[in-house]
């Protein structure tokens, strides 16, 4: 899936007193649309850890903030893999609203074995569907 696109209502709750998103809620944006990408593929991250073992964190985070998201907004926010290794991955994924970019970042995403919590490389079938 080359560049997956997943809308987010900004909700009262996702903002401060002035109606402004709180900054750290853009990476709950972020998340929500990983996540959501490996769904529409058919990938449930609970059902990976029964039947792989493996579990994914976040590794890194570069965040731009560009323009506030406010209350109300409907937002657009995409994912795309622009690296993929043995044990990782990188997503490129920005937040927009219409076509006004709000925030962008660069996510790197750690495979673990879920017993051990030590790097494990990511099944074949699963990193060929997120690179596809």
Known sequence: MKNFIFPIRVYYEDTDAGGVVYHTNYLKFFERARTEMLRAMGHEQDQLKIDTGIIFVVRSVQVDYLRSAL?????????EVIESKKASLTFSQQISRDSIVL??????????????????????YLLESLTA
């Open 103 to 124: 925030a962008t970042g660069v996510i790197r995403i750690a495979c673990l074995d879920a017993n051990t919590m030590r790097p494990k490389a990511i099944p074949d």
């Open 71 to 79: 209350f109300n907004e409907l937002l657009q926010v995409s994912s």
